[in-house]
């Protein structure tokens, strides 16, 4: 069994290296139709969370669209207003599991987009349509990504809730059966935010996605521009040995999903050394991932400065618009972040960005 799980992360590994190679053909395509391609859309079902995490970067202050749930027919009128279909869509929130019309989204996005669908959910719940929403997203071979940020007190403090990491636990452990019995092709990743208060836990969270047969991602906690949550500077991440230590140990761990380039790149952020890679002002990836927020807007990056409503709206219309001028001086003066679904992307395209000193 554990030979059978190994044997199939390396063939995923795989297919996940062939990915980006698949995909040139398919952007080049719509990239030489109208100049605009969106190789994600990222869809915020809602505003609404079970977790109230102090480093969310989801819900800003002002987040667009708050206290709503984006509706099924909503979605796909949204989606015949961009250029082309997206190449993947992610679901993600606030806590997507508690939209009452998730699993229709699921079913249906994940037949239009040739690149399949992601699931991000903290995997907190307990409610029968939890239950539906994830079981949904095992059946059509979503790519599920778990938050999971450490155990007892400390994952508390971290995700703003009561009984973390034993109600995600189980759900996990519950989660890695039911992948199991539905015989669900589903890459499940467990993601953590590296943070000073969870360094000497992270060890323990490899050994739990390792013995489950999930992947594992890390990312450093992140300090954006546009984030007014926070001012707690315990919440950081600081440049240490046992960081270090912690980096090495994820890079020799055997279902790790993410480029090393990325993961060395987090000792550079902690020192203030990591060069800005910043998508949307990449000429090939600047509508690369586009947010959809609860009511229809379209965000990029920071979810409170909408471009329009795609519900209104051509994707095309809003490019020429003064509101997707004025987002891009204010992305231009940010300092940068290290979040993998920005970064990595850049790092796809770049393979002349090294490993930043080390
Ligand atoms: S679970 Fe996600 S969306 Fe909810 S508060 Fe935490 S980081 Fe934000
Ligand atoms: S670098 Fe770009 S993607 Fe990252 S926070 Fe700044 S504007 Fe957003």
């Known amino acids: 069994m554990i030979i059978k799980t190994w044997r199939s992360l390396i063939i995923e590994d795989k297919m996940r290296s062939l990915r980006p190679i698949m995909a040139v053909p398919y952007a080049l395509k719509h990239f030489a139709k109208d100049g605009v391609w969106v190789g994600n859309l990222n869809v915020n079902v809602t505003n609404l969370c079970t977790q109230h995490c102090p480093h969310c970067n989801a819900l800003p202050e002002g987040a667009v669209g708050q206290g709503r749930f984006l509706s099924f027919n909503e979605l796909r009128d949204a989606v015949r207003n961009l250029p082309s279909m997206p190449m993947s869509m992610s679901f993600s929130g606030g806590e997507p599991t508690l939209a009452p019309e998730l699993p229709d989204m699921l079913e249906w996005a994940s037949s239009v ?10 995997l907190y719940g307990e409610s029968e349509r939890f239950r539906r929403s994830v079981e949904t ?11 999971f940020d450490g155990f007892g007190e400390v994952a508390d403090r ?14 996990l452990k519950w989660l890695a059966k039911r992948r199991q019995e539905l015989g669900s092709r589903s890459v499940v990743t467990v993601h953590t935010v590296l943070n000073d208060l969870n360094l000497s836990q992270v060890p323990q969270i490899f050994l ?3 013995t489950l047969g999930f992947k594992q991602t890390v990312a450093p906690v992140n300090r954006f521009f546009y984030h007014t949550g ?14 270090t230590a912690v980096l090495k140990m994820a890079e020799g761990l055997p279902n790790i999903g993410q480029s090393r380039r990325f993961l060395w790149g987090i000792l550079a952020y902690t020192r203030g050394q990591a060069p800005k890679l910043c ?7 600047k509508t690369y991932k586009v947010f959809l927020g609860p009511g229809g ?36 003066k940010c300092e940068g972040c290290w979040l993998i679904c920005f970064v990595e992307p850049v790092l796809a395209v770049s393979p002349w960005v090294g490993r930043f000193g080390l």
């Open 113 to 122: 987009c040739p690149f399949g669908i992601n699931l991000n959910t903290n």
């Open 137 to 147: 997203a095992l059946k059509v071979n979503a790519r599920i990504d778990v938050s």
């Open 158 to 171: 971290l995700r703003g809730a009561y009984d973390v990491a034993k109600r995600v636990e189980e759900n």
């Open 208 to 210: 739990l996605s390792l």
């Open 230 to 243: 926070c001012d707690d500077s315990s919440f950081s991440l600081t440049f240490s040995s046992q960081l």
């Open 279 to 285: 998508p949307y002002l990449h000429p090939l990836l």
């Open 297 to 332: 807007e379209v965000t990029l990056c920071d979810r409170t400065e909408s471009l329009g409503n795609l519900l209104e709206e051509p994707f095309l219309e809003m490019l020429k618009g003064e509101a997707y001028k004025k987002v891009i001086e204010r992305f231009q």
